[in-house]
């Protein structure tokens, strides 16, 4: 099954300690993205890769990183994470160039306290 | 710095009426996307419109794209319980899809 999966779905932690999301997807697809959700704001796009070892900021990409050195995986690092970045995380991927729309992952809700 | 506005943001709406929601932008773009999202649950792609005048069709929903008003509309026609949920529109202003701004999204409730 064609898929987009996230890990962990749910996480609490407290602030300035590491963590990582992770993400993987199975269409081959060059493009990922990492968006966050928060209530009354839609989705912000926090870091995008075109491709292996090419990844560019999104709109709020302040205290988050990304690595992609797989074509399947694209991680979040949130090195020192704050309450700030307490929101849901939605990774999404698609086919480069085609215009075709997004599949998104189901979400990780990250709670830090 | 491109916006993207919804309207309205709130819908509680009675099965069998119709209804339109609104998706202004402030930059010009030809391209754009329609999402839905159950409560708890990931997006979906509904339509993608990829010209001005572009019109796509499925089910109770329409999706139209105007990029001279910069205003892109979802028509629900006799709306049916199941298709409460949250939609979301989104702009491209990236190399084919990179980019995407949301707007806020619009809860719409079909009550019996």
């Known amino acids: 099954e064609a898929q987009v999966t996230q890990n962990p779905r749910y996480l609490i932690t407290v602030t300035g300690k590491k963590l990582t999301v992770t993400c993987s997807q199975n269409?081959?697809?060059?493009?990922m993205s990492w968006y966050r959700q928060d209530p009354g704001l839609g989705l912000r796009q926090i870091y995008y890769?075109?491709?292996?070892?090419?990844?560019d900021k999104g709109d709020v990409p302040e205290g988050y990183k990304v690595s992609r050195k797989e074509k399947r995986n694209f991680p979040l690092i949130l090195e020192s994470p704050s309450p700030n970045q307490t929101s849901l995380y939605f990774c999404?991927?698609?086919?480069?160039?085609?215009?075709?729309?997004?599949?998104f992952g189901n979400g990780t809700r990250l709670t830090v306290t | 710095e491109l916006k993207v506005e919804q309207n309205p943001l709130f819908l509680s709406m009675q099965e069998g009426k119709n209804y339109t929601i609104y998706c202004n932008y402030s930059?010009?773009?030809?391209?754009l996307y329609w999402y839905r999202q159950d409560p708890g649950k990931s997006l979906e792609s509904l339509f993608v419109?990829?010209?001005?005048?572009a019109v796509k069709q499925e089910g109770r929903l329409m999706a139209s794209l105007d990029t001279k008003a910069r205003l892109s509309t979802l028509h629900i026609t006799a709306a049916v319980h199941d298709l409460s949920a949250t939609y979301f529109c989104?702009?491209?202003?990236?190399?084919?899809?990179?980019?995407?701004?949301f707007g806020e999204g619009t809860q719409l409730t079909v009550n019996p």
């Open positions: 269409m081959n697809h060059e493009y």
């Open positions: 419109l990829l010209s001005n005048g």
């Open positions: 999404a991927s698609s086919l480069q160039g085609s215009f075709s729309p997004l599949h």
């Open positions: 890769s075109m491709n292996v070892e090419v990844t």
């Open positions: 930059t010009t773009s030809d391209r």
């Open positions: 989104a702009v491209d202003m990236g190399t084919s899809g990179s980019r995407l701004t």
